[in-house]
């Protein structure tokens, strides 16, 4: 059932999901790039933002303000992750942890643990949706829902404000040279813990923003986070682990094969496309595309 | 005259290993002072324990008569006391001037635009105004000992800078232009220096007084002919002559 | 030292977050094991959905029947079947070897309730599927298997009344791969090639776990059908309403869900524009007339959660209480007489007719059914209590 127009429809389809698979990943990637750890609860932390935004939609603000809320939830989140830093990843620097790996393992999965149950109890059996009075947009020849676009469009936003935060203001600097020396740093004058806090939080708002911006189309529910989580780790292992245009690369990439996969080799395998994906790059680049593995000078 | 920089009794363990035992030294404000003894005596060990990378086991460490013992590495450096590293640490993918401006603004005051023209002044001092804009990463071992050293310059208030071998294995052109920052700084501003080297032409030049540590202890101090002629410091480096 | 007591901190944190999962059990209780998909790649809505209504089982046994074989209180062990097989497998061992459960009931993903009962064939404890409709799970004629749901060729039979009708030709599939849509949308080939209705018959599928169907539906709308089914569970199905719309399909296009998800009180909050004109498939009316079991649980849930239960919740109901009653007959908490008690015993559930589990021939083996309805929404915001019903479909085994 091969057209042009069917191939250049699932391309345009294939970057637009592929880009908000970045946003995703570009959290987790970042997180581990300055506190060295894996965040596991990350996907928690995009059904929070889901829900904040669901919740200020509805109750405050209106569908039509959504770029309002959107924002809102993500200072939200960011402040949240500001709170829990210092209670649960601290303590892997200040109380001589040793095996800090598996202490971040252990700590963030049941953080985890504790926030999904947490919202299951006070949220319900049910999935919500906040609404969206976005209309149809064409992409050339694909129509894609307006809260699809406006989700694309702006995570596009979210990137680049990213971007110029890392390489035009003084906390960006501190952040990148932290991503290749903690000690450095250190020794430069800069209270590594409280930048250790600071990423966290940024990082954790990242998939905030994700999930405000998804509500309407992938809804809000306790565990809307999963998903989240397996195509940021995919997307981390096909870009390399603490690389920024790593994660934004591999996005677009793992979006664009699964959508040509469905489309032209064969639709039940979507999510197996991805995993091939995974493991072709595990065996000729282990590091990922971008991954570097020695980054001091 | 007061010691700027002083340590009473300093020690720390790595399992059965004592690398520093009951150090006692004192660093008078503006002194240039040479550290020296043979590999493993424990001098990275005296400086990681004065910049806070490790907290002491027993004694105490005081900078301008307040104790700094067992302060996070950021505090120390943020009351004047800077390092450089043995193995030079720069943020490699970081341009040479972000890596000057990082130490400046790592104070929390200071403006961009007054770190951008101190940074640009010490490039230009240094001849690697032209490298401005590249990644440290691309810069050759000498050229990177002396941007390291230059980082700790960066700070308006820097008192006391520790440098750790920051002559070993560069050539001499860059080990001249060094030496002349070291001497600069320390007669413009007074800034006090502690530095761990083997190169005993070097350490004749800048430093009028030496400690020797062997094992972890401090066995000798005074001139470098003064303890280039006790036997016990002699024995230490296995009969290698000194001057 | 500090980094054992911060590890034990981080667990004891994750253990007070999974507690709600486990019942709390006291000494001497019968104990019912619950499987249902608490999280994805399950759903979770239709997990706990179940669970409330096994919840108000072990409440009216406790307090209106006064307990099971000699006043002993009942009490559920609830495990979370996640949708996947591995999971249900070793939720199923828990409840059966450690919880020492009666039964377990609560199965919705086909897939697990196939997987599981392979294990129960050896282990002996009697499984009920509350909403799995796959064929195999009763098919194998396995002592232990037992269901209450309506299997996949009644449905089927269902859709094809439905398609004649009102006269659909070109009709487009849009399955997930689990045994539930492939056994649905295998049925349907089937039975439409074996009888000889004059339709195209189109079949795309897609991974349960997917975020985007926008791919299937491009290829669904080069088809130009005149009816889509809808073969997804959970989220996809709402995904699969929403990316139709935006793609054209809907609202030109009928489409037809091949569950009762469109009952659910959130359905008209995801679909407040893009939900109308749909037509699902029900089990449940609140028109027909119930046991007096089934009008104490819609009122007591109505109090409880302020809304009208769905099926999934009569059902879990049901279930729980036809272990318990199969308990009390047998005055046995040993699995084989559960067992015999299923087979032989006559029991009450939600719907006025009274459950029996024949063994029956092929997979009408040990399978209650409920009538299936079709349900079709004519206006925004409609109750599905108010809907029109444009037909019921009462599927026998045959003789
Ligand atoms: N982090 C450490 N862990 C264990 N032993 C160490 C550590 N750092 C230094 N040492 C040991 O302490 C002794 C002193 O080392 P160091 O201070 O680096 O000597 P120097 O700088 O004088 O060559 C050596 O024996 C070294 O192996
Ligand atoms: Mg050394």
Known sequence: MFSSELLAQTLIAGVMIGVIYALMALGITFIYSIVKMINWAMGEFYMIGSFVQYALVVYLLGPDLWWVAAPLSAATVFLLGMV?????????????????????????????????????????????????????????????????????????????????????????????????????????????????????????????????????????????????????????????LGSIPGALVAGILLGVVESLGTAFISSPYQNAYGFLLVLLILLIRPSGLFGERVRQA | MAALLETAGLSKRFGGLVATNGVDVAIAAGEIRGLIGPNGAGK???????????????????????????????????????????????????????????????????????????????????????????PAKSLSGGQRALLQVVCGFMVPELKCYVLDEPFAGINPVIKDRIIELILADNAERGTTFLIVSHEMTVMRRLCPKITVMIEGRVIAEGTLEEVAARRDVVEAYLGKTLA | MPQSRALAGALAVALTATAGIVAAKAADEVIIGLEIPLSPPGDPTAGQLIRRGGELA????????????????????????????????????????????????????????????????????????????????????????????????????????????????????????????????DEMEQQTKAAGDKVELMKVTFDHATTDLTPQLLQVKAFKPDLVINIAVGQPLDLMIDQATTLGILPQTAMLISYDAPARPQYWKLHPQDGNGIYFIAYYSPKEKLSDLGDWLVKTYEEKYKEPPIYSSL????????????????????????????????????????????????????NWSPPILVIHYTKPNEDWRQAEVVLEHVGTAPQ
């Open chain 3, 315 to 366: 059902n879990g109901f049901g279930d729980v209480m036809i272990l318990a009653q199969a308990v009390d007959q047998a005055k046995s908490t040993d699995p084989k007489a559960v067992v015999k008690a299923l087979e032989t015993g006559t029991f009450k559930s939600w719907a006025a007719a009274p459950v029996t589990f024949p063994a029956a021939k092929g997979v009408y083996w040990h």
């Open chain 2, 44 to 134: 990275t060990t005296l400086v990681n324990l004065l910049t806070g990378l490790y907290a002491p086991d027993a004694g105490d460490i005081r900078l301008a008569g307040e104790s700094i013992a067992g302060l996070s590495p950021h505090r120390i450096a943020r009351k004047g006391l800077l390092r450089s590293f043995q193995v030079t640490r720069l943020f490699g993918n970081l341009s040479l001037l972000d890596n000057l401006l990082l130490p400046y603004l790592a104070r929390g005051s200071g403006a961009v635009a007054e770190g951008l023209a101190r940074a640009r002044h010490f490039l230009d001092l240094t001849r690697l105004a032209p490298l401005a804009e590249a």
């Open chain 1, 84 to 240: 829990i830093e210092p209670i649960l990843i601290k303590p892997m620097f200040t109380q001589g942890i040793e095996r800090r790996d598996d202490y971040a393992t252990v700590v963030t999965i049941a953080l985890l643990l504790l926030l999904r149950n947490l919202a299951t109890a006070l949220g319900g059996p049910y999935q919500r949706n906040p609404g969206s009075d976005l209309p149809t947009v064409m992409i050339g020849p694909l129509p894609e829902s307006g809260a699809r676009f406006a989700a694309f469009l702006c995570t596009l936003l979210a990137l680049a404000l990213f971007y110029l935060l890392l390489k035009r203001t003084w906390l960006g600097l501190a952040l990148r040279a932290a991503a290749q020396s903690r000690i450095g740093v250190e020794t430069a004058g800069i209270d590594i813990l409280r930048l250790d806090q600071v990423a966290f939080g940024i990082g954790v708002a990242l998939a905030a923003i994700a999930g405000a911006l998804l509500a309407p189309v992938f809804f809000v529910f306790p565990t809307n986070g999963v998903v989240t989580t397996v195509k940021g780790f995919e997307i981390i292992v096909i870009g390399g």
């Open chain 3, 58 to 185: 072990v409440e009216y046994v406790n307090t209106k029947m006064g307990g099971v074989a000699g006043g002993k209180k009942i009490a559920l062990a609830v495990e979370d079947s996640q949708g996947r097989t591995e999971a249900g497998i070793a939720g199923y061992r828990r409840l059966a070897t450690e919880e020492h459960a009666v039964g377990v009931t609560g199965f919705f993903h086909s897939s697990v309730n196939i997987a599981v009962n392979e294990v129960a064939n050896e282990i002996g404890v009697p499984t009920i599927a509350t909403q799995a409709s796959a064929a195999e799970i009763t098919a194998k004629h396995y002592d232990i298997a037992f269901r209450t749901h309506a299997i996949d060729p009644i449905r089927v039979e269902a859709f094809r009344e439905f398609v004649k009708k009102k006269g659909f030709k070109r009709i487009a599939m849009v399955a997930e791969t689990t045994d539930y849509g492939i056994g649905i949308s």
